[in-house]
């Protein structure tokens, strides 16, 4: 039976390693927060007191953090403190699932082949319904090989596994869907509340533009107005989903490569710089589509004036 070590079990990392557990598999999980392992070890899980503890013998290490420093600390370890890839066994598989930038992934993949190890880097999308339902889309950067070995695994918990190109490929795949993703949040926001202002109903708009040429997935899935749409959270005060500040990250991320490539990503960057805005004033926690709420505060600032 396949031994999996799961690091890292915050809001998307548990979901999933839940789905690993549920799925037979052999797991050992670690986590800075106590709590968030009793939830994975009631399922079935075993807990370790140290990352280094649960990857040592297992067969597959995967990793779910939050930013290239922790997982660049993690894998490599530091003057006081032996990396993952110092204590794995021979042949074990690494997999990092967290967003960072690709440089750090590419550093980390580097690494591990001079170890002779398999590294693959597998951002996520699909937010922590979709961890929850085990059907993610992981965009994977990697060796063909490393990438076949890694499929079955990440199967478990995901319903796509793309394979993006070499090592980094699928942390700027992610980082480039996730830029597209806030212009069209914001294009869609600002569209609607338009409409809502001239007083259209946004159920009616709505479905006028899922069938029109503005159609797009923020439209289908995720409408970021208030009761259009049920089980999302713009009609639950815009709770659950995929932080503000997690939107603030990847955005960061997407500008860092662009500055890298010398590419024009003048969309992109007003994004962040609302997404940023929106962050500074109490909404970091909240769901991504309530940037809805900035266009509809202005309108009622401008109405009041």
Not at 82 to 107: E, Y
Not at 245 to 268: F, Y
Request: proline share 4%.
């Amino acid at each position: 039976m396949t031994s999996v070590a799961f690091i890292g079990l915050g809001h998307m990392g548990a979901p999933m390693a839940a789905n690993l557990v549920n799925a037979g598999l052999t797991v050992r999980v670690f986590d800075l927060v106590p709590q968030a392992m009793k939830s994975l070890t009631d399922l079935g899980a075993l807990s370790s007191s140290s990352a280094c503890g649960a990857a040592a013998g297992a067969d597959v290490v995967i990793t779910m953090l939050p930013a290239g420093k922790h997982v660049r600390s993690l894998y490599l370890g530091d003057d006081n403190n032996k990396g993952l890839i110092d204590v794995v066994a021979d042949g074990t598989l690494l997999i990092d699932c967290s967003t960072i930038d690709a440089q750090s992934a590419q550093q980390v993949a580097k690494s591990a082949a001079e170890k002779g190890l398999s590294f693959v880097d597998a951002p996520v999308s699909g937010g922590t319904a979709g961890a929850a339902a085990g059907t993610l889309t992981f965009i994977c950067g990697g060796e063909n090989g490393a990438f076949e070995l890694a499929k079955p695994i990440l199967g478990h918990m995901g319903a796509n596994i793309l394979h993006a190109g070499a090592a980094g490929a699928g942390q700027v795949a992610k980082i480039c869907n996730n830029m597209l993703l806030s212009v069209l949040m914001v294009a869609t926001s600002e569209s609607l509340q338009m409409g809502i202002d001239h007083g259209l109903d946004p159920k009616v708009l709505s479905e006028i533009m899922k069938v029109s040429s503005g159609g797009n997935w923020t439209l289908d899935k995720y409408n970021p107005c208030p009761d259009v749409m049920p089980n999302v959270p713009s009609s639950n005060d815009y709770q659950g989903g995929f932080m503000v500040d997690l939107m603030v990250k990847d955005l960061g991320l997407s500008q860092e490569a662009a500055l890298v490539s010398n590419s024009s990503t003048p969309m992109g960057a007003l994004a962040r710089s609302l997404y940023v805005n929106h962050a500074r004033q109490g909404n970091g926690t909240r769901d991504f589509s309530s940037i809805f709420e900035q266009f509809t505060n202005s309108q009622q600032i401008k109405n009041k004036g």
